[in-house]
């Protein structure tokens, strides 16, 4: 069964601490992306990657690292710098030249 | 800057009627032009797309959107709306560039209401 599998559904972190998104594709995509959702305010961008241990930074990227070490996974951590967490979280990967395929997302909240 | 916007936040329509969503983006080049729903608490699911050619673009659920080079717009339209469409709807570009990884941004989102 393919796709895009993001964990956990929920997460909650407290203040100070890093939390680490989980996201694994078995679509064989190269490129994978990190968007955040709050109302109102669509999808922003974070990170994006086009192939392993190479990455990007978005347009909000402050507060947010990732890594690439493997072609199907792509996580995201929130860091203590990153000071407005809460928002739905959502992964996505990309063949060449088309469209994007999300996954269900994570909703961080704060404690 | 690149930007992608839409102008309504929420649109109304009867079942029934005709519906538009509008999309207007801001980017140099010949930018890839996507829409997407998503339904509560999910993921987005891809629509239709404009890449080249034709300016009438025909994508899933009886949905199309017409491209307009000049006025930069990417409109999204149904004939004949449906209940079931209610929905949230993102207009999408793939911003050109010579790198190897595309930056995709998105607009604010427009909540789509059919009314019975």
């Known amino acids: 069964d393919g796709g895009i599998t993001q964990s956990p559904k929920y997460l909650f972190r407290k203040e100070g601490q890093n939390v680490t998104l989980s996201c694994e594709q078995n679509l064989n995509h190269d490129a994978m992306y990190w968007y955040r959702q709050d109302p109102g305010q669509g999808l922003r961008l974070i990170y994006y990657?086009?192939?392993?241990?190479?990455?990007q930074k978005g347009d909000i990227a402050e507060g947010y690292s990732v890594s690439r070490e493997k072609k199907e996974s792509f996580p995201l951590t929130v860091t203590s710098a990153q000071k407005n967490p809460t928002a739905f979280y959502l992964c996505?990967?990309?063949?060449?030249?088309?469209?994007?395929?999300f996954g269900s997302g994570t909703q961080l909240s704060v404690l | 800057a690149q930007s992608v916007a839409q102008p309504e936040d929420q649109v109304n329509v009867a079942e029934g009627n005709p519906l538009t969503v509008k999309c207007t983006y801001s980017?140099?080049?010949?930018?890839?032009l996507f829409w997407y729903v998503q339904y509560p608490n999910r993921g987005l699911q891809f629509l239709l797309k404009?890449?080249?050619?034709?300016?009438l673009v025909k994508g899933s659920y009886g949905f199309e959107a017409e491209f307009n080079k000049s006025q930069t717009s990417f409109h999204l339209k149904k004939p004949s709306a449906l209940v079931s469409d209610s929905a949230l709807y993102f207009c999408?570009?793939?911003?050109?560039?010579?790198?190897?990884?595309?930056?995709?941004?998105f607009g604010s989102g427009t909540r789509l209401s059919i009314r019975p």
């Open positions: 996505a990967s990309r063949p060449n030249g088309e469209k994007l395929f």
């Open positions: 990657s086009q192939i392993v241990n190479d990455f």
């Open positions: 999408a570009v793939r911003v050109p560039g010579y790198s190897s990884a595309s930056k995709i941004i």
């Open positions: 404009y890449i080249t050619g034709d300016n």
């Open positions: 980017v140099s080049g010949n930018p890839y």
